[in-house]
């Protein structure tokens, strides 16, 4: 059993940054990778950056790509995820996710991130 709960969401203008985080809880060792995905209303949930835990190999959408950095913090078992620069596109509820086999399997609640023009 594996536990995320994302925080540092919330409102910022156009332009201005947040910082996202998930620490994770429970049976982790096994974990492959860690995504952040975003969700609108309406819309399919969207891949927005995943690390590797193996390599530290990072991977990224290509519409956040030069502005969000995802990083890890292997004492706090935590992934961070920088976004800079956020437009009001960027408005979404984030959720954090583990891939410990071949899908990613466990979900955070979801913080939600408004961005205002």
């Known amino acids: 059993q594996v536990q995320l709960v994302e925080s540092g969401g919330g409102l910022v203008q156009a332009g201005g940054s947040l910082i996202l985080s998930c620490p994770a809880s429970?049976?982790?060792?096994?974990?492959?990778?860690t995504g952040w995905f975003r969700q609108i209303p309406g819309k399919e949930r969207e891949f927005v950056a995943s690390?590797?835990?193996?390599?530290?190999?990072?991977y990224y959408a290509d519409s956040v790509k030069g502005r969000f950095t995802i990083s890890r913090d292997n004492a706090k078992n935590t992934v961070y995820l920088r976004m800079n620069s956020l437009k009001p596109e960027d408005t979404a509820v984030y959720y954090c996710?583990?891939?410990?086999?071949?899908?990613?399997?466990?979900w955070g609640q979801g913080t939600q991130v408004t961005v205002s023009s």
């Open positions: 690390i590797r835990w193996s390599s530290d190999a990072t």
């Open positions: 996710a583990a891939q410990m086999s071949v899908t990613y399997e466990y």
């Open positions: 429970g049976r982790t060792s096994s974990t492959r990778r």
